[in-house]
């Protein structure tokens, strides 16, 4: 077996299907499907257990995916070291962020950063997941959550606020905004399955028939209250720099999130990195009256 073959069985172990896998591999489906053929026959053992499309170890290949892990872990190591080296300030440069906050801050940031270090290419991820930083899925992400696992390295930023939003002409035509539960009041939404915290607080704080419109975008939910679908619970560092959005609505304090610049310890003294955090770091740290939703309060 070469290195493939286990990187093979690991993503379909880890994406549970073909299409995961081939997405994550870069590959089409029926390139992954015949390799994982390939192997079964070279070997005469099958790997996974087909069910309507979902994959699950067996035995043998529960087997080749922890030793797939182990190879992983130690060649990832073996990058952080190298990498931890790296003095110079040329690469390349992986960020994630979700996507408000790549919408509103960051993109002047990083134009300023490019400015400054034009050897130093940028590659940024926008996805609410988070990525994982120890099998270097990226360099660095801008989280609303202190990090916790001991090979991490952390930059407190600020704190987010969260607040109600409206446009001027939804609120002539409803009744006036006063507190929970907003009766008379359409709200814009999550999806269903949403596990964010200010999905769960509009869950908690309106009924559920007053919830009209969801999306899985912050943005798009944003867009959906400028059109005068309804209300909805955005971070102040979005709405409060739409000038055709009013806040309605005090800060929800059970929202109030820290925002950190994380990477990977082993990372934290590559130059890149290093510029990266003193550089952007810098930059939200000045924004910080918007994040914390201080920045402009509305009447």
């Given at each position: 077996?070469?290195?493939?073959?286990?990187?093979l069985?690991?993503?379909?172990?880890r994406?549970?299907?073909?299409?995961?896998?081939?997405?994550a591999?870069g590959?089409?489906?029926?390139?992954?499907?015949?390799w994982?053929?390939?192997?079964?026959?070279r070997?005469?053992?099958?790997?996974f257990?087909?069910?309507?499309?979902?994959y699950?170890?067996?035995?043998?290949?529960?087997?080749?995916i922890?030793?797939a892990?182990?190879?992983?872990?130690?060649?990832?190591?073996?990058?952080r070291?190298?990498?931890?080296?790296?003095?110079?300030?040329?690469?390349?440069?992986?960020?994630?962020c979700?996507?408000?906050?790549?919408y509103?801050?960051?993109?002047?940031l990083?134009?300023?950063?490019?400015?400054?270090y034009?050897?130093?290419?940028l590659?940024?991820?926008v996805d609410?997941?988070?990525?994982?930083?120890?099998?270097?899925?990226?360099?660095?992400?801008?989280?609303?959550?202190r990090?916790t696992?001991?090979?991490?390295?952390?930059?407190?930023?600020?704190?987010?606020?969260?607040a109600?939003?409206?446009t001027?002409?939804?609120?002539?035509?409803?009744?006036?905004?006063?507190?929970?539960?907003?009766?008379?009041?359409?709200?814009?939404?999550?999806?269903?399955?949403?596990?964010?915290?200010?999905?769960?607080?509009?869950?908690?704080?309106?009924?559920d028939?007053?919830?009209i419109?969801r999306?899985?975008?912050?943005?798009?939910?944003?867009?959906?209250?400028?059109a005068?679908?309804?209300m909805?619970?955005?971070?102040?560092?979005?709405?409060?720099?739409?000038?055709?959005?009013?806040?309605?609505?005090g800060?929800?304090?059970?929202?109030?999130?820290?925002?950190?610049?994380?990477?990977?310890?082993?990372?934290?003294?590559?130059a890149?990195?290093?510029?990266?955090f003193d550089m952007v770091?810098?930059?939200?740290?000045d924004?910080?009256s918007?994040?914390?939703g201080?920045?402009?309060v509305h009447?």
């Amino acid at each position: 077996m070469d290195w493939n073959d286990f990187r093979l069985i690991l993503a379909i172990g880890r994406q549970g299907s073909l299409k995961g896998a081939a997405k994550a591999l870069g590959h089409d489906h029926s390139t992954i499907f015949r390799w994982l053929n390939a192997l079964e026959g070279r070997y005469q053992v099958q790997l996974f257990d087909r069910n309507a499309g979902s994959y699950t170890p067996t035995e043998a290949g529960q087997r080749m995916i922890q030793a797939a892990e182990r190879m992983e872990r130690e060649a990832l190591s073996v990058d952080r070291d190298i990498s931890g080296l790296d003095a110079r300030l040329t690469g390349h440069l992986r960020i994630t962020c979700s996507e408000s906050l790549a919408y509103r801050l960051l993109n002047d940031l990083l134009a300023g950063f490019r400015a400054q270090y034009d050897g130093i290419t940028l590659e940024l991820l926008v996805d609410n997941r988070q990525l994982d930083l120890l099998r270097r899925e990226a360099d660095i992400a801008i989280r609303a959550t202190r990090p916790t696992e001991g090979e991490l390295f952390g930059r407190q930023i600020a704190e987010t606020a969260w607040a109600i939003y409206a446009t001027p002409a939804y609120l002539t035509e409803r009744p006036p905004v006063d507190t929970a539960p907003y009766a008379g009041h359409s709200f814009i939404g999550w999806h269903m399955e949403a596990a964010a915290a200010a999905a769960q607080w509009l869950t908690d704080t309106v009924s559920d028939d007053q919830i009209i419109y969801r999306s899985s975008s912050l943005i798009n939910q944003m867009m959906a209250v400028k059109a005068g679908i309804g209300m909805a619970l955005l971070p102040c560092y979005l709405g409060d720099q739409e000038t055709d959005l009013m806040r309605v609505s005090g800060t929800a304090a059970a929202l109030t999130r820290e925002l950190w610049l994380i990477t990977h310890k082993d990372l934290r003294n590559t130059a890149r990195v290093r510029a990266f955090f003193d550089m952007v770091g810098q930059g939200l740290i000045d924004r910080r009256s918007l994040l914390v939703g201080a920045s402009k309060v509305h009447a």
